[in-house]
């Protein structure tokens, strides 16, 4: 395509298949408030909460206490992918090793599972253990298989932004469409499903504080592209360039963020605070309805 916006109307034009709104995501979104995913790091060096849930049985256990607050889907990650630089790249077996131990038993508490991965092995080996969802933090653009895996096991996929940097000189909301617009691309070329895609504007990857805000103030721009949106903004360190704190005491700034994303329409917000933000967005939801 020569442009975001010719692939964005190519990427309509597919869309239009039979089919559309069938499956986990419409069960999902068919809510009447955005879905809550919890985050469950089975990782050394996660930027909020790095190494806390390394062990099987503590991990599994906060999977457990994460789907009795209420959650959603439970997205799991044995490679950090933190946001700020400084995460340590893992082996395929070394990831695989982490989740081994974990995944069978987070996927028979019957709540969906996303695979938080960058490699499309994991992904394709998570599916098959019952992983549900694909959540790649490079959306499609970095493993060149990540595309085709997620096409031939007909799974929904989270294709968020991300840059290796930030660079404050530039319009991020026009960075991230056009991100999305190449992600779209691909995910087109590969035969993935319209129907199986969410969009998130990665909020701290590769962005200032001030452009993660952004992308929450106008996160209405990416319904062009006619899919949900998901806004992942817990504890991240936008927070505390606005009121400092440690990750661990952002839940204020988390909720505030996630209440203002929902008003602006994402459909899936992906937390590490489950039980406050799933009652936050109720109490939101009752007062807007008592309008």
Known sequence: MADGTATKL????????????EGLLARLLGKKQPSVMGVLNVTPDSFSDGGRYLDPQIAIAHA???????????????????PYGGAVRVTLDEERQRLDPVLPAVVALGVPVSIDTLKAA????????????????????RDPDMARVVAEHDAPIIIMHNRESADPAIDIVAEVTEF???????????????????????????????????CIARLRTFHSFGLPLLVGASRKRFINAIVPSEPIERLGGSLAAHLLAAENGAAIIRVHDVAPTVQALAVAAAIRHAR
């Open 10 to 21: 190519v990427y309509h034009a597919y869309s239009s298949s039979p089919g559309a709104g």
């Open 122 to 141: 994991v992904a394709a080996w998570a599916i098959e253990a019952g992983a549900a969802i694909v959540n790649d933090v490079w959306g499609l653009q």
């Open 64 to 82: 457990k206490r994460l789907a009795a607050e209420g959650a959603d889907i439970l997205d799991i990650g044995a490679e950090s992918t933190r």
């Open 180 to 214: 999305f617009s190449r992600s779209l691309e691909i995910a087109w070329r590969a035969g993935i499903r319209h129907d199986r895609i969410v969009l998130d504007p990665g909020i701290g990857f590769g962005k200032t504080a001030e452009q993660s805000l952004i």
